[in-house]
Structures are given as C-alpha cells and as structure tokens.
C-alpha cells in the first residue's frame, strides 16, 4: 500500500504528539506526584452539627497559620457569629490559610478574588485548599457557581492587614 509522503508526515507528527503527551502523564504521575483531585472526607449535608462544620469559623492553629470552617448555603457562606454575614474575615499580612468549605444544600462555589483558591461545593463533600496571603487588600470571596435566584448575593470578604 502506497502512503503518501505528506499523509506520512501526518502520521509520524500525530504520533510523535500522542507519544509526547503520554509521556507527560507519566513523569506529572511519577516526578510531580500529580494527582486528580479528591474529595478530603465525605460528611452527610443533613448531619453537619455532628462534624467539624457544627461550629464554622476561623481558628489560630499555629504563628500566621489559621483554619477557616466555612458552610455554604443558599445564599451565605457561615463562617460563624464573629464574622457577620455577609462574612469578613481578617487575616495578617503573610498568613497562611487552611480552607475547610463544604455545602449543606445545592452545588456552590468558592473562589477568592486574587489568589488561587477555586472550589467546587458538592454536598456531601468537604473541600479543603490551602492559600497564602502575602499582598495587604480585600477581596471578595465568590459563589461561582450559579446556586438560584440569591446567587448573585452569595459573597463574603477576605481582608488581608
Ligand atoms: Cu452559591 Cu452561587
């Protein structure tokens, strides 16, 4: 069978890119330790007062090392009574953060503007995502993920000192 000269450079160029990609699987899983992500701990949205989410707030565990436990709802993040809701949250200049974040009823989201914290609330599940917070401002934590008719009000704030 006759292979035309430029069908052959196709060929080769597909499969020098399949190979290319394969191998980029393979060292992101055995050098890099990459992972899909998984979901920390599963919790029953019903029975939230029987986990770590019964008292959400933000707890010093540690010299700028905080643990913030935060519930989502339509439509308000709870980060407990101190900080208000729509919540504010302040942390120290150069604070590393340990976000614990689950949701008692529909899929939300929770993003913090400026940092790369970008979660996905399955009900259900508890999602958790570590951030620094280096550059002194405030910024907005999102619901990203469209929730209902109060999505737009879903909100809270994140001051940074
Ligand atoms: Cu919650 Cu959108």
Partial sequence: MEI??????????????????IAATIVAVTVFGIRLPSPVERVNPQR????????????????????????????????????????????????????YVTSQDVMHGFQIEGHTINLELVPGQVARATVNFNRPGEYNIICNHYCGAGHHVMYGTIIVE
């Fill in 48 to 99: 939230l007062d029987q986990t770590i989410f019964a008292s959400p707030g933000v707890r010093k565990i540690a010299d700028n090392r905080y643990e913030a436990v935060i519930v989502a709802k339509s439509w308000a993040f709870n980060a407990g009574p101190e900080a208000g809701s729509p919540p504010v949250l302040r942390f120290p200049r150069r604070s590393q953060v340990t976000f």
């Fill in 4 to 21: 035309n000269k430029f069908e052959r450079y196709w060929l080769i160029a597909v499969g020098l890119t399949l190979g290319a990609f």
